[in-house]
């Protein structure tokens, strides 16, 4: 993959005309929104929310390049270097989408933070598999509540028993995210701390789809 479709994959938050958080996309289709003028730039500095055109965007590119290089990753081309923007707002959208955070593999390793939940110990995603803590074969319920992430090694163990009869225990036992666990980890990074200011408790119920 080259350093450019790299960059084009970095994650925006997406809001809708009313500043509402409703999903997360990647850069390329980001800039598509912004070039069609679907959409405009939000970047807040100093507490501020400024909004910016995408000509506008790409014409203090020189002054975000001299005084904040390593706050936004960068697309280069021949003629210019454009900054990623960290948040783009809808126009003409002004929905919120109500859905439940998805339960699927990647959302359980990252609210589990890849953390096997028996030994306590963190892997890679090619290390981990999921575990039902009480076996289906037990009456166990493919849910949430009833899934953890789980080294080979631990979940070659436990076999298709209860921690208690395999004489484990959780590290911590598993709940439903109110948010969506993936975000969670992004909002880590500091390059993404901007998106905190429009995802309050009020909007952690909607799923962040990347």
Same mark, same amino acid.
């Given at each position: 993959?080259?350093?450019?479709?790299?960059?084009? #994959?970095?994650?925006?938050?997406?809001? +809708?005309?009313?500043?509402?958080?409703?999903?997360?996309? %990647?850069?390329?289709?980001? @800039?598509?929104?912004?070039?069609?003028?679907?959409?405009?730039?939000?970047?807040?500095?100093?507490?501020?929310?400024?909004?910016?055109? @995408?000509?506008?965007?790409?014409?203090?590119?020189?002054? =975000? $390049? #001299?005084?904040? !290089?390593?706050?936004?990753? *960068?697309?280069?081309? !021949?003629?210019?270097?454009?900054?990623?923007?960290?948040?783009?707002?809808? @126009?003409?959208?002004? $929905?919120? !989408?109500? #859905?439940?955070?998805?339960? %699927?593999?990647?959302?359980?390793?990252?609210?589990?933070?890849?953390?096997?939940?028996?030994?306590?110990? =963190? @892997?890679?995603?090619?290390?981990?598999?999921?575990?039902?803590?009480?076996? $289906?074969?037990?009456?166990?319920?493919?849910?949430?509540? +009833?899934?953890?992430?789980?080294?080979? =090694?631990? +979940?070659?163990?436990?076999?298709?028993?209860?921690?208690?009869?395999? $004489?484990?225990?959780?590290?911590?036992?598993?709940?439903?995210?109110?948010? +969506? !666990?993936?975000?969670?980890?992004?909002?880590?990074?500091?390059?993404?701390?901007?998106?905190?200011?429009?995802? %309050?408790?009020?909007? *952690?119920?909607?799923?962040?789809?990347?």
């Amino acid at each position: 993959m080259t350093a450019i479709a790299v960059v084009l #994959q970095e994650k925006v938050l997406v809001l +809708n005309r009313l500043y509402t958080a409703v999903r997360v996309i %990647n850069a390329r289709r980001a @800039f598509v929104m912004l070039f069609k003028q679907a959409a405009e730039v939000i970047s807040v500095e100093d507490g501020q929310y400024i909004n910016y055109d @995408f000509e506008t965007w790409t014409e203090i590119a020189e002054l =975000q $390049r #001299q005084f904040e !290089p390593d706050a936004h990753a *960068w697309i280069r081309t !021949p003629r210019l270097h454009i900054a990623v923007p960290k948040i783009i707002r809808l @126009f003409g959208y002004d $929905r919120l !989408p109500r #859905q439940e955070v998805k339960l %699927n593999r990647r959302n359980l390793y990252a609210r589990d933070a890849n953390c096997c939940q028996y030994c306590g110990h =963190q @892997f890679s995603t090619k290390e981990l598999t999921v575990d039902h803590v009480t076996p $289906r074969v037990l009456g166990g319920q493919h849910s949430w509540l +009833n899934l953890v992430c789980a080294c080979v =090694q631990c +979940n070659a163990r436990k076999g298709g028993r209860t921690p208690r009869q395999a $004489r484990m225990s959780l590290i911590r036992k598993p709940l439903k995210p109110r948010r +969506n !666990p993936v975000i969670t980890l992004r909002l880590g990074d500091a390059r993404y701390r901007s998106w905190k200011a429009f995802l %309050n408790d009020a909007y *952690w119920t909607v799923e962040l789809r990347d």
